[in-house]
């Protein structure tokens, strides 16, 4: 009988390259590598160390640390490094870092010139560097996020105008509004979330390159050139500061924390609205989860877990600011922590956010429920003004009012029943005043004063969010 043919055994994983080690005579231990090692996390910012690192080989060639022929040998391998890693070869690699892979893996590809890519740069430039150039594209994504829910926003809003409802305050019903009003208050939020991711992100675009360890490059490479080569806005003043600066990084969490805190009320008050309790909104089937034991329930899973994912990324920076309040100036391997949170921040919001989206967009909104619960002690407010117009100064007629609630409450009949006799009682102008109440409708028409409820209004802002959401760039 003939034997089977034997399979063929893998390939040995690559031998770990260092970039670093002459002055030990052994290598690091297995229990500090395994704490050491942050490829796990940055193999992702393998596109932006490739890109950073063409840059680098241009500004070595302008300075004649690399010939015309090895610039070319260098940027023709890292070519074919980032094929190499778009095919996976991150995965299962034992290198300390991304850094530490790209360099092996353009060894492979291009031999000892190799070697001299590293010329005047540091791992701590190179990083700074390359977490900027992520963050940028990160920030653009997670833009056009907030601007999509942005847009879903008042799109409903659109549709809301003529739904009306108690506004609230307190969780107490307080006055009358227009959903689409409610909605826009969710919405103007996202505005300022864009607004200070925008300003961030200006402050991020600002080149680490060619700062070295600490104290610049010994090469005198065009750090301007640089500059434009990679998109940045500004150089860096500072190498020390440049190399151990995370500030971008905490303000960046503290705009996506800010993000999160916003889906997180909004999904809150639609939790509240969307209960049988009130039923003004019903999630459609495909955002609802269903619970295994109780067969009835429509459960608002997808608002819960943005409410509580707000928690996560507000996590993030504080986890980022306790690391960084005890540093010196320069890097410190502290600096490492960094990548995690503020991946963790984006990753977070690129869930959540389009969930959201697509979850309001599917809302269901019942505008006769929401009707059906205003309740006439909102037109309290509108008495006293009433009485205001008619030369009662404000805190009397407030007083005034507040005892025809409480009349009212101890009849037993809602506040624009009480007679107008026992009205006329308390003041004559309270009767004439309890008269003149028009229509839910003129009570909102009556606060038509810039950013209130009325039809203009709410029609102003739509306009104005509609232009503040066609844009989703940041720059």
């Given at each position: 009988?003939?034997a ?6 893998p ?8 970039m670093?080690?002459g ?11 395994a ?8 193999h992702?910012?393998w596109?932006?160390?490739v ?11 302008r300075?004649?640390?690399?010939t015309?022929?090895?610039?070319t040998q260098?940027?023709e ?20 870092d ?12 291009v ?10 740069r ?8 390359d977490?900027?150039?992520w963050?940028?594209q990160?920030i ?27 506004g609230y305050?307190?969780?107490?019903r307080?006055?009358?509004?227009r ?13 300022r979330?864009r ?24 090469f005198?490479?065009?750090r301007?050139?640089?500059k434009?080569a ?8 500072n190498a020390?500061d ?23 009320r909004?999904a ?6 969307s ?16 619970s ?18 707000s ?28 990548k995690?949170?503020?991946f ?7 869930l ?9 967009a ?6 006769e ?12 407010t ?20 507040g005892r025809?609630?409480?009349?009212a409450e101890?009849?037993?009949?809602p ?7 026992a ?15 028009g229509?839910w ?12 409820a ?17 844009a989703?760039?940041?720059?």
């Amino acid at each position: 009988m003939a034997a089977r043919p034997t399979e063929p055994a893998p390939p040995p994983p690559a031998a770990p390259h260092q970039m670093w080690g002459g002055r030990f005579s052994v290598g690091p231990s297995e229990a500090l590598d395994a704490l050491n090692r942050s490829l796990p996390v940055d193999h992702r910012l393998w596109p932006q160390d490739v890109t950073a690192s063409k840059a680098w080989v241009h500004a070595l060639g302008r300075v004649g640390v690399v010939t015309p022929i090895e610039e070319t040998q260098l940027l023709e391998g890292l070519d074919r490094v980032a094929e190499r890693l778009a095919d996976g070869a991150a995965v299962g690699a034992a290198d300390e870092d991304v850094h530490t892979l790209v360099e092996r893996l353009l060894y492979a590809e291009v031999g000892a010139v190799a070697g001299k890519l590293h010329t005047g740069r540091s791992r701590n430039d190179q990083v700074a560097t390359d977490l900027r150039l992520w963050t940028l594209q990160a920030i653009d994504q997670v833009d056009g996020d907030i601007a999509a829910l942005g847009r879903t926003l008042v799109a409903r809003a659109q549709d809301g105008v003529d739904a009306l409802l108690p506004g609230y305050t307190h969780g107490q019903r307080a006055q009358p509004v227009r959903w689409a009003y409610v909605l826009l208050a969710h919405a103007w939020p996202l505005v300022r979330d864009r607004q200070r991711l925008a300003d961030a992100r200006r402050r991020v675009a600002e080149l680490p390159l060619g700062s070295g360890a600490l104290a610049g490059s010994g090469f005198p490479v065009d750090r301007v050139l640089l500059k434009e080569a990679l998109g940045f806005r500004a150089v860096c003043a500072n190498a020390l500061d440049a190399t151990g600066d995370r500030d971008f990084v905490a303000e960046v969490l503290f705009a996506l924390s800010l993000v999160g805190t916003h889906l997180s009320r909004l999904a809150a008050e639609l939790v509240l609205y969307s209960s049988a309790e009130f039923g003004f909104v019903r999630l459609s089937d495909d955002f609802s989860t269903g619970s295994s034991l109780l067969p009835q329930k429509r459960n608002p899973d997808v608002l819960e877990l943005a409410r509580a994912k707000s928690g996560r990324v507000l996590g993030d920076l504080v986890a980022l600011l306790t690391t960084l309040k005890g540093l010196p100036a320069g890097y410190s391997k502290d600096l490492q922590e960094d990548k995690p949170l503020l991946f963790d921040a984006f990753d977070t919001l690129g869930l959540v956010l389009p969930a959201v989206s697509g979850a309001v967009a599917a809302l269901t909104v019942d505008a006769e429920r929401m009707h059906a619960a205003l309740d006439a002690s909102l037109r309290a407010t509108d008495l006293a003004d009433l009485l205001v117009e008619s030369g009662v100064p404000f805190r009397e007629s407030h007083g005034l009012v507040g005892r025809l609630v409480r009349e009212a409450e101890r009849s037993g009949v809602p506040l624009d029943h009480v007679p107008i006799a026992a009205a006329a009682a308390l003041h004559p102008a309270l009767g004439a005043a309890l008269a003149q109440l028009g229509t839910w409708e003129d009570s909102i028409e009556g606060r038509a004063t810039p950013g209130g409820a009325s039809r203009a209004s709410v029609d102003e802002q739509l306009a104005a969010l509609q232009l503040a959401f066609a844009a989703t760039g940041s720059t």
